[in-house]
């Protein structure tokens, strides 16, 4: 099966961090475009980070969402081939439906939009794994 898979989530208290992890199954990340999705009830899907790393020498290219920028760490071990989200301290907002997902060849600033809005087929998606923040 190709799909990437998430590990991590659970419930976790407002204050206290977090951290998942995705790696694929099927496939390689390698050089694709990859991400941290996530849903809440009555929202849409939306973009949360994403992070690629195909340059030669290395040139390691983020973006976060409004919403986590300066809060959330996407990273990715490439050796090991798996992408980490870190939270270091969650807020009650944080709760929801994390996903990774991974694109089929298209930039990560087009991606973002094509796969939230447009086109959900247009990457590999994980199963989510749920965030619950209490406080």
């Known amino acids: 099966q190709v799909q990437p898979v998430e590990f991590g989530g659970g419930s976790v208290q407002a204050g206290e961090s977090m951290s998942l992890s995705c790696a694929p199954s099927g496939y390689r990340f390698g050089s694709f475009c990859m991400g941290w999705f996530r849903q809440v009830p009555g929202k849409e899907r939306e973009g949360v980070a994403t992070?690629?790393?195909?340059?030669?020498?290395?040139?390691?290219?983020?973006w976060y969402a409004d919403s986590v920028k300066r809060r959330f760490n996407i990273s990715q071990a490439k050796v090991k081939d798996t992408m980490h989200l870190h939270i270091p301290r969650v807020v009650d907002e944080d709760s929801g439906v994390y996903f990774c997902?991974?694109?089929?060849?298209?930039?990560?600033?087009?991606?973002?939009?094509?796969?939230?809005?447009?086109?959900?087929?247009?990457?590999?998606w994980g199963p989510g794994t749920q965030v619950t923040v209490s406080s």
């Open positions: 992070i690629y790393a195909g340059a030669i020498p290395p040139n390691i290219m983020t």
């Open positions: 997902a991974t694109s089929l060849g298209t930039p990560c600033e087009k991606w973002i939009g094509i796969i939230t809005r447009e086109d959900p087929a247009s990457g590999y």
